[in-house]
């Protein structure tokens, strides 16, 4: 039986919502890692910044795109590895 059209777009209205939802998760996710990066203390225009991403995707693509969870020693700023070598 197939589903009639008002169906279809309930379904596709849920997934709209789930998709705007999971980007603004990603969306904090890489924000909160290219600040403690110091990404935000960085002045270049959207433009630049944007192309440097790029290439970063670009770059975790060629390797596989390695998809694991971070723990908290292996924070991305490198910080936790910085104060060990440091001390």
């Known amino acids: 039986m197939k589903k009639p059209s008002s169906r279809i777009k309930e ?16 969306a904090e996710r890489i ?13 270049a225009d959207d433009g630049k ?12 693509r ?3 795109g390695e998809t694991r969870k971070l723990t908290p020693a292996q924070n991305p700023s490198g910080a936790a590895s910085r104060a060990n070598s440091e001390a």
Do not use: M
């Open 31 to 43: 924000g909160r890692i290219a600040l403690k990066a110091g990404i935000g203390e960085v002045e």
């Open 49 to 60: 910044l944007l192309a440097a991403f790029e290439d970063l995707a670009k770059r975790f």
């Open 11 to 26: 379904e596709i209205a849920k997934l709209q919502e789930q998709l705007k939802a999971a980007e603004t998760r990603e």
């Open 62 to 64: 060629e390797r596989g």
